[in-house]
């Protein structure tokens, strides 16, 4: 029973469109993160949230916008999307802000033609 | 700044061998060290963490992982590995000057062969 869900599990977008990438997590975490992994880059830091507020933001483009519309939810919009933007996309969440127990996601893997 | 280092891409050991799996890091303060597990295709697990006491940690499934501070290092250990174990482990490091943000390595592929 996957207490977050990422939505959906694989995604085919053209180049130059935009996507959103959906997470919600049922664990009671105020934290919750993006991160991304591709061949190129094992595991990429990209936000954190906490209460709804942006916490850290280490991604350099600004094509790459969070959302959170309530406390258990951080989606990932992705506009002008490029090639080099294919990759597998995990959601996380953590109790607070900075713990170290991090649960993840599922992931959902964009695919950009 | 912390850095964590995983020196070995690949390790490749047969099921019920004993493994290490290294991990490094470099930073002059206090951490919280962790380990994950990810399997092919799915999001990453916690295993372990070390933040201060006994620097044997015991993890789930049999792992437990040493602290060295003399080392700078966190190894990751089974004794007897089992099929289920193929999966790339990832060990984190984080520190309060950087909000606790996890540091990752580049995690290692371990590989079992029957």
């Known amino acids: 029973d996957p207490k977050i869900i990422q939505k959906p599990k694989y995604l085919v977008a053209v180049t130059g469109s935009e996507k959103i990438l959906i997470c919600e997590q049922y664990l009671g975490h105020n934290a919750m993160y993006w991160y991304r992994q591709s061949a190129k880059k094992p595991l990429e830091f990209m936000f954190s949230y906490s209460y709804q507020k942006l916490m850290d933001n280490q991604t350099a483009s600004s094509r790459f916008q969070p959302q959170s519309s309530k406390k258990n939810h951080l989606d990932l919009q992705i506009t002008a999307l490029k090639p080099d933007d294919s990759a597998t996309y995990f959601c996380?969440?953590?109790?607070?802000?900075?713990?170290?127990?991090?649960?993840f996601g599922k992931g959902t893997r964009l695919t950009v033609v | 700044t912390q850095t964590v280092s995983q020196s070995d891409a690949h390790v490749t050991v047969f099921e019920g061998d004993s493994v290490e799996l290294r991990c490094n890091y470099s930073?002059?303060?206090?951490?919280?060290l962790s380990w994950y597990i990810q399997h092919h295709g799915r999001g990453l697990q916690f295993l372990l963490k070390?933040?201060?006491?006994n620097p044997v940690v015991q993890g789930v499934n049999g792992f437990k992982a040493e602290f060295s501070k003399s080392d700078s290092s966190f190894h990751l250990r089974k004794a007897s590995v089992h099929w289920s174990d193929s999966a790339v482990y990832f060990c984190?490091?984080?520190?309060?000057?950087?909000?606790?943000?996890?540091?990752w390595g580049s995690g290692t592929k371990l590989i079992i062969k029957p």
């Open positions: 984190a490091v984080s520190a309060w000057d950087s909000n606790y943000q996890l540091i």
């Open positions: 996380a969440s953590s109790q607070d802000p900075g713990g170290t127990e991090v649960f």
């Open positions: 930073y002059g303060g206090s951490i919280y």
């Open positions: 070390y933040y201060s006491g």
